[in-house]
């Protein structure tokens, strides 16, 4: 494959996932679990790409959507630092935008790691952890995958 293709795909994934835009103030919705609500942004207002991905991806854009002021405080240890990303919600979210309406970053979906540091803050979450504990965890359990996108 040449590297002007190489090149294009992502290019080609960013601009349809920037296309689709949501309003997660307007539309947001809570799961309960063990006696914790988390918000989760409407799987429908979400890009194609995310609402056909594996059901942990979707979670986890639906819950950056919904959480910024959470996944904001947690770091990513993916190596996606270089990319600009400087916390684990910069993965999903692009550009939250002035007026309400997203730019997705398809970063997350082919990240496990990032995935995985988000579903741990999810499960955190819901048992009631703050989001110092939940980064401390996550220093913790991630380090050993690469250096963090955040200070």
Do not use: W
């Amino acid at each position: 494959m040449s590297n002007k293709r190489r090149l294009l795909f992502p290019l080609l994934s960013l601009i349809l996932l920037a296309s689709t835009a949501l309003s997660s103030c307007q539309s947001s919705h809570a799961t309960a679990d063990a006696g914790h609500e988390l918000m989760m942004a409407p799987l429908a207002d979400m890009p194609m790409e995310v609402q056909q991905a594996p059901v942990k991806v979707r979670e986890s854009y639906q819950f950056a959507v919904a959480n910024p002021e959470v996944l904001k405080q947690i770091p990513c240890y993916c190596g996606c630092g270089v990319m600009g990303h400087t916390s684990n919600y910069a993965c999903y979210v692009a550009d939250p935008g002035q007026d309400g309406k997203f730019t997705y970053d398809p970063h997350a979906l082919g990240c496990s790691i990032c995935v995985d540091i988000t579903q741990d803050t999810m499960r955190l979450l819901k048992q009631g952890k703050t989001a110092p504990e939940i980064r401390a965890y996550v220093d913790q359990t991630y380090a050993k995958f690469g250096p963090s996108n955040m200070p």
